[in-house]
């Protein structure tokens, strides 16, 4: 039985990204050290729970966010896996020359890697948009334009508005819904029935869409508060998500079930809207004094995640992740 896929999968992709690594592989030779200095690897012990809850948002989280299509269920698990390899690779070349060009190298530490799978993930949230319509191939070829706009863009936020990194990557959701809509107009041509088949959602899978859901939710605070220093911002940020995401929590289900006939809460409304407190706190956790705002805005950001998708047209940008 031939295979399914097109040739221009099956021949372009393996030489495409072998060729990138390889180029990888040589940049990281000859341009990039590891950081030994004592303060770093005392630092690097205390952050290591941290980088590890990204990597769970990152890998699991978002890859069975994603796996509620019928005919690409478990291919976004590994599609999202695929992506997320890949853009760490290119992002942490990109920041290492971007911020250190004068360096002559580029200095490798727990922080760098973790800066890298933060910005890595814009593809991660962009890809939600296209799922079942692109090829792996395509997906690379955004992954290497998306991963490198928005290191670009948040370089120039630290340079010359001088944000810091917390701040400049907050605004990665703003950034990704909108380079995934950007896509998906670039992609709005009829789609053939049988990629039409694929876009399809299905029933089985949303229990590990759901699953998905709750990686994020869980592990939220931990990237919210990931490039924060100053131990005091660090556990406000902590705490004002954890708050923000219990109320659009609670608000994602009470409106879901209100909105129903029959009184049963929709998946898709819990999928969009449950986590919309954690994006709404997301620039200004450390700074909100008092755990009630960061309520408000939970309570908030779920009403208008909810709306959204209940608005086919507003569907995608009420998504969040």
Known sequence: MGSKYPPSVRFCLPPLTIVLEVLFIVLFVFYTSYDTSLGNQRKFLETYGVFQDVIIMAA????????????????????????LAFGVQWAVLLNGFLEQPSSGGIVINLYSIQLATMSAMSVLISAGSILGRVNLVQLVVMALMEVTAFVILRTFGKKLLYMDDHISLMYIHVFAAYFGQMVDWCLSKPLPEEVKEKVQMATGPGLFAMLGTLCLWI???????ALLDVTDERKNALFNTHYALAVSAVTA?????????GGKINLIHIHN???????????????IPSPWLAMVLGLIAGLISIGGAKCPQFHHLATGF
């Not at 699991?60 to 992506?83: D, E, K, P, Q």
């Not at 289900?253 to 006939?261: D, E, F, H, M, Q």
């Not at 809207?273 to 700074?287: D, I, T």
């Open 60 to 83: 699991l989280g978002l890859g069975f966010l994603t796996s509620s299509l019928r005919r690409h269920c478990w291919s976004s698990v590994a599609f999202n896996l695929f992506m």
């Open 219 to 225: 592990f939220w605070p931990s990237f919210n508060s």
């Open 253 to 261: 289900i009470s409106v879901s079930a209100l909105s129903n006939p």
């Open 273 to 287: 809207a449950v986590l919309a407190g954690g994006v709404a706190v997301g620039p200004s956790c450390h700074l």
